[in-house]
């Protein structure tokens, strides 16, 4: 008898269109991540990644169908639903003005955690992320990798069982880019789903076991990533999407 992997993500017959725009970005689109997954979401500029993510976090709310984390219904029981996930988003999400301590403070609370557990996590979160030698400057003063950890930090300050992350990588040097992954890889190994877009696809190849390819707000190809890159002949995660979405400059509008 098959066991079946409990789901962390359920996209059912989801259908969205932005206001004032009469062509849908999405029509009965489905989605299903399982818990525990390491999964990697692809496409060029404007296919519609962002919108989906919005979706999946209740950023936005969809026309038809459903979005279910961890069995819940994203837009019911709000709060119950947006403590299941942490969204580590491109642009910075906090306050420059605060110190990283401050962030973490301001989102432990707004995350609904107590004093005694938000000081031991964001002891936990600076030692881990390197940030304890400047845990009371002001994040303005902070190069892009610093921030891109305070950003990381905050997205995890309450131990979300799905993270998701939007390019939490973009601009930072090698080191700290495998301080990031390596901690990302170790959070997945103690049972956070992740899910995950970037245009590093060196980097993705790494990290993510599972892919959907996706165009034109249409799932293009998804799978376990080496079957795929074995099914379609091709050596690497950005040959493949060349392949598959076209090599001609896209002008997202």
């Given at each position: 008898m098959a066991v079946t992997t409990p789901l962390a993500i359920e996209v059912i017959n989801l259908g969205f269109r932005y206001p004032g725009n009469?062509?849908?970005a999405f029509s009965n689109l489905n989605l299903k991540i399982s818990k525990g997954?390491?999964?990697?979401?692809?496409?060029?500029?404007?296919a519609g990644k962002t919108t989906l993510i919005s979706l999946m976090t209740g950023l936005l709310s969809a026309d038809e169908g459903h979005v279910k984390l961890l069995g819940r219904e994203?837009?019911?029981?709000?709060?119950k639903v947006n403590r299941l996930f942490g969204f580590v988003p491109q642009d910075f999400s906090?306050?420059?003005e605060l110190s990283p301590v401050e962030n973490l403070q301001f989102f432990g609370?707004?995350?609904?955690?107590g004093r005694r557990t938000i000081r031991k996590r964001t002891e936990e979160?600076?030692?881990?992320?390197?940030?304890?030698?400047?845990?009371?400057k002001q994040v303005q003063k902070f190069s892009g990798g610093m921030k891109r950890r305070v950003n990381l930090a905050i997205g995890v300050i309450h131990n979300p069982a799905i993270l998701f992350l939007d390019e939490p990588t973009v601009g930072v040097d090698v080191q700290t880019r495998h301080a990031i992954?390596?901690?990302?890889?170790?959070?997945?190994k103690n049972g956070t789903t992740l899910v995950y877009t970037s245009h590093q696809l060196n980097e993705a190849e790494g990290l993510c076991r599972q892919v959907a390819l996706i165009d034109?707000?249409?799932?293009?190809?998804?799978?376990?990533l080496n079957q795929l890159l074995k099914h379609y002949q091709e050596e690497s995660l950005e040959h493949l999407f060349l392949r598959l979405t076209g090599k001609q400059y896209r002008n997202d509008v």
């Open positions: 009469p062509d849908a997954e390491r999964f990697g979401l692809f496409g060029p500029n404007g994203v837009g019911q029981n709000s709060n906090f306050y420059q609370a707004w995350s609904g955690l979160l600076l030692h881990i992320l390197g940030l304890e030698e400047v845990k009371d992954i390596d901690y990302l890889l170790e959070l997945n034109n707000e249409t799932i293009i190809a998804r799978g376990d």
